[in-house]
Nanobody, 121 residues
Framework: VQLQASGGGVVQAGGSLRLSCAAS????????MGWYRQAPGKQRELVAS???????NYADSVKGRFIISSDNGKNTVYLQMNSLESEDTAVYFC????????????????WGKGTLVTVSS
């Protein structure tokens, strides 16, 4: 399974960016997809996730500003980031939990390469 993320860049504080992550390869289903981020000197943290059924989860720091959505037909997850703050500067990683085959009970996690988001103040 390959995850291709795009949409990072440099934006001024208060601005918006939209990240996309498309999954490709051979698998039975995608159970969930999400975005994590890692700022310099900090641990990787969950930003937002969405299940196949549409259940969303957000970090407290981004609630009300970020929106995660998905297109199951395209195996793609999006992260709309609004009202960006300098604290949002980080490398953003896409993660997908995938059922490899119909017989698999548990999902297998795959990570994409990160995309850098820089918010200038």
């Amino acid at each position: 399974v390959q995850l291709q993320a795009s949409g990072g860049g440099v934006v001024q504080a208060g601005g918006s960016l939209r990240l996309s992550c498309a999954a490709s390869g051979s698998f039975f289903s995608i159970e969930s997809m999400g975005w994590y981020r890692q700022a310099p000197g900090k641990q990787r943290e969950l930003v937002a996730s969405i299940t196949r059924g549409g259940l969303r989860n957000y970090a407290d720091s981004v609630k009300g500003r970020f929106i995660i959505s998905s297109d199951n037909g395209k195996n793609t997850v999006y992260l709309q980031m609004n009202s960006l703050e300098s604290e949002d500067t980080a490398v953003y990683f896409c993660k997908s939990s995938v059922r490899p085959t119909v017989f698999a009970v548990n999902g297998v996690d795959f990570w994409g390469k990160g995309t850098l988001v820089t918010v200038s103040s």
